[in-house]
């Protein structure tokens, strides 16, 4: 994929860590300018209180071989979006993939709790970040991506469309959010593609991000340590594999038939060809329904 994406403009909104991390950095490794966004800087935190900056998801996109430009943004407050976009505007002119990975909820919602049971504000506030953030970033970023024909969208979400129509997704207000932003792209892609420009959703398997890394007591160099624990945490994957299913998707020249389609990181890479950094292609959505579910012994053998 190297150079595949010089001269590109690239957005990732909600790129301080995991999904949007990986995704930045393979934008970057094929040439593309990144430009990256979210709460947590150098210089102040989110409600988070985490490490992860934007700051340095854009020194790795630059490291990577792209150009990374972090701006803080709360996409929350449609004044800083519409800044954000005229910036981007201002200084490039075009902007040629917009990645909207904003969502922040991992605090908020409550497993196997019924909403009358969930604090109301928590899901609500799930709701917010995990939907509104999506509409306000699109309606301030589509025009200048609609300048230029060829133009990508993807909207990320957990779960492919099949998947979530036949399963409860951890609680009403998770599920909602979820659910919403797969239809969200099939919205998009209506409206996109007349004009020129591919709208997919997109989701990651299970995700080595560093939150669940934390969660689990490894890290990166030694997650397999968990699997005593967690075992089909086997077939989990790191956030620079669901980056090059970005890449991918971007450096195609047919992605239009992907339009308004639900796709998965596992299933782009049957396709695509492209691998995880250790070599491997997990197919995370496949094994949930073939080994997971039906709570057979995990084996991750003809999945990764």
Known sequence: MAGALEGRIALVAGATRGAGRGIAVELGAA?????VTGRSTRARRSEYDRTETIEDTADLVTAAGGR???????????????????????EQGRLDILVNDIWGGE????????????????????????VETHAIT????????LRHPGGLVVEMTDGTAEYNRANYRVSFFYDLAKSSVLRMAYALGRELG??????????????????MLENFGVT????????ERVPHFAISETPFYVGRAVAALAADPERARWNGESLSSGGLARTYGFTDRDGSRPDAWRYLVEVQDPDKP????GYR
């Open 107 to 130: 605090r908020l919602f409550e497993w196997d709790t019924p909403v009358w049971e969930h604090d109301l504000d928590n899901g609500l506030r799930l709701l917010r970040l995990g």
């Open 138 to 145: 699109s309606h301030h970023a589509l025009p200048l991506l």
């Open 220 to 227: 990166e160099d030694n997650w397999r340590d968990a699997l």
């Open 31 to 35: 040439g593309a300018v990144v430009y």
């Open 194 to 211: 007349p004009r020129g420009a591919t709208a997919v959703a997109l989701t990651p398997g299970w995700l080595r991000s560093e939150m």
């Open 298 to 301: 995990a084996d991750t053998n």
């Open 68 to 90: 990374g430009i972090a701006v803080p943004t709360d996409h929350l407050v449609p004044s800083e979006v519409r800044t954000l976009v005229e910036r981007i505007a201002d």
